[in-house]
């Protein structure tokens, strides 16, 4: 079974903190995808990567960025926490680039509440 | 505009009971249309994929259909259990060269014993 998990189910921070979320899936996918999740306004992708040391923006990429230094680990980097990033995130990770019958498979998502 | 639009935004049911849920889509190019099942505080699972030929889908008690000539799909559950209580998300592939997902925003389903 895939499996793709990250590091903190809830995680509470300060406006202007700086908050790492750590995403891992060991079944050596190439795809690796950073989404948040609102209600009302489903899933959004923000970051995703296709190599390692690779990136590209998704839709909503403005106070984010990420890093991939190694195939199983995909990162997402807050710099400066805002009340408007409390949301669920969440990591997915897919086989193959080339196509688009790729399932992507989830990690369990981070609660992050900024106060 | 891509846009996939998906009804009831929620929906209680009794347990042995059937429900359908719609999904409706503006995507184009359209490649392929999944229904994922988010349960509560996990990550969303791949129910069942469809592509421009297929028109039905089965997974366990799970059917889906797609109409592609309307752009409409539905998730038909039969004998409901208190397990399938969870939000159920349709989710359109554009296909190359973008591969991009267009997600709804999901139906949520209470089963009730």
């Known amino acids: 079974d895939v499996k793709v998990t990250q590091s903190s189910r809830y995680l509470v921070k300060r406006t202007g903190e700086k908050v790492f979320l750590e995403c891992v899936q060991d079944?050596?996918?190439?795809?690796m995808f950073w989404y948040r999740q609102d209600p009302g306004l489903g899933l959004r992708l923000i970051y995703f990567?296709?190599?390692?040391?690779?990136?590209e923006k998704g839709d909503i990429p403005e106070g984010y960025s990420v890093s991939r230094e190694k195939k199983e680990r995909f990162s997402l980097i807050l710099e400066s926490a805002s009340t408007n990033q409390t949301s669920m995130y969440l990591c997915?990770?897919?086989?193959?680039?080339?196509?688009?019958?790729?399932?992507?498979?989830f990690g369990p998502g981070t609660r992050l509440t900024v106060l | 505009k891509n846009q996939v639009e998906q009804s009831p935004q929620s929906l209680i049911i009794l347990e042995g009971k059937n429900c359908t849920l719609q999904?409706?889509?503006?995507?184009?190019?359209?490649?392929?249309l999944r229904w994922y099942k988010q349960d509560t505080g996990r990550g969303p699972v791949s129910l069942t994929i469809?592509?421009?030929?297929?028109n039905t889908k089965s997974n366990g008690r799970y059917t889906a259909t797609l109409d592609a000539d309307t752009k409409q799909s539905s998730l038909h559950i039969t004998a409901s259990q208190l397990s399938d209580s969870a939000s159920y998300i349709c989710?359109?592939?554009?296909?190359?060269?973008?591969?991009?997902?267009?997600f709804g925003t999901g139906t949520r389903l209470q089963v009730f014993p």
């Open positions: 997915a990770s897919s086989r193959h680039r080339v196509s688009s019958y790729n399932e992507q498979f």
């Open positions: 079944m050596d996918h190439e795809n």
């Open positions: 990567s296709y190599d390692v040391k690779m990136k």
């Open positions: 999904c409706n889509y503006t995507v184009s190019p359209f490649s392929n």
């Open positions: 469809m592509t421009f030929s297929e």
């Open positions: 989710v359109v592939s554009k296909g190359a060269p973008s591969d991009k997902l267009i």
